[in-house]
Nanobody, 121 residues
Framework: QVQLVESGGGSVQAGGSLRLSCAASGYKSNFHCMGWFRQAPGKGREDVARIYHTGTAYYAGSVKGRFTISRGNALDTVYLQMDSIKPEDSAMYYC???????????????WGQGTQVTVST
């Protein structure tokens, strides 16, 4: 059994910052790839950022330059530093991990339960 537990969501004003964390635990905790998806009401799940175990990272165009993804030294934790937050960043944010690929929704092996980010103007 593997668990991904997110924390750090909440309410923030536009232009502010939040830092999301996700910790993996269980029989396996260091994955080839970890990352974040988000889903706003009425929309599909969107890839936000992902990072290989090597540290190579990829970002969605909508967050590039504002969000930074990183992993802990033990590779069992992934962080998402969100700066210059916009109202359109409001969504439920899900942590994800995979040893299959780095990654589309179909490649995800484990999901977190989600943490809500709400941005006010």
């Amino acid at each position: 059994q593997v668990q991904l537990v997110e924390s750090g969501g909440g309410s923030v004003q536009a232009g502010g910052s939040l830092r999301l964390s996700c910790a993996a635990s269980g029989y396996k905790s260091n994955f080839h790839c970890m990352g974040w998806f988000r889903q706003a009401p009425g929309k599909g799940r969107e890839d936000v950022a992902r990072i290989y175990h090597t540290g190579t990272a990829y970002y969605a165009g909508s967050v590039k330059g504002r969000f930074t993804i990183s992993r802990g030294n033990a590779l069992d934790t992934v962080y998402l530093q969100m700066d210059s937050i916009k109202p359109e960043d409001s969504a439920m944010y899900y942590c994800a991990s995979s040893d299959i690929a780095c990654f589309e929704v179909k490649d995800i092996e484990y999901w977190g339960q989600g943490t809500q980010v709400t941005v006010s103007t």
